[in-house]
């Protein structure tokens, strides 16, 4: 079975993080998605969908993003039900967020002290050439945190694999979009046809 969320899109109001009264943080806010089509009047319609952050998800969400700022979230899809005062019986669908990351916007917004270094072209979702690594001056710490981005060299929509994550302390620099080396292939004999495989 499979339940996961993939949106882009801007949140729709400030941003509270609150605590539990056992101490986790968590944050709620609606993303406002713009649909693919227009309607009668050409205007593009969007969907505001509830997303729910906690602990350090809650926490990075709340220092590096604000109202109006576009945001890209994966996470899973999640319903609950509560009564209200009168007995009225409710229900709620929420996108639980497991993972957040930026989306190239220049922006800098929302209380964080980072840049974006871009590598390759067309950065963002369904790009062909790279991703960015977002750090440097100071941001994260000065470490550094290298993102591959949602793009076709390892990301979603891509040919090489998922959206790939790595903490980089040493280097604050794109990904390299250098082919993958594989050595001498010399040694391997062509397959020049199935017959005889037994799947």
């Known amino acids: 079975m499979l339940n996961r969320v993939i949106l882009m899109g801007r949140i729709t109001q400030d941003l509270e993080v609150r605590q539990t009264p056992n101490g986790q943080a968590v944050v709620t806010f609606n993303v406002a998605v713009d649909r693919n ?7 593009y319609q969007s969907d505001f969908i509830t997303c729910v952050a906690w602990r350090q ?3 990075f969400i709340g220092k590096y993003f604000g109202k109006g700022r576009m945001i890209a979230i994966e996470g899973n899809l999640r319903t609950r039900t509560y009564e ?3 007995g009225t019986k409710h229900y709620v669908t929420e996108v639980f967020v497991d ?3 930026f989306t190239g916007e220049k922006a800098n917004q929302g209380g964080g002290n980072y840049t974006n270094n871009y590598g390759g072209g067309n950065n963002g979702f369904g790009n062909n050439n790279g991703g ?3 750090g440097g001056n100071g941001g994260y710490n000065g470490g550094g945190y290298n993102n591959g981005g949602f793009n076709n060299n390892g990301g979603f929509g891509g040919n090489n694999g ?4 790595s903490f980089n302390n040493n280097n604050n620099q794109a990904p390299s979009n250098d082919a993958l080396n594989i050595g001498d292939l010399s040694e391997f004999e062509d397959v020049l046809s199935d017959d005889g495989v037994p799947f």
């Open 84 to 86: 209200d005062k009168n």
């Open 37 to 43: 089509f227009k309607d009668q009047n050409g205007q």
């Open 162 to 165: 998922g959206n790939q994550n």
């Open 132 to 134: 960015y690594s977002n």
């Open 99 to 101: 993972s957040v990351s």
């Open 57 to 59: 998800q809650a926490e």
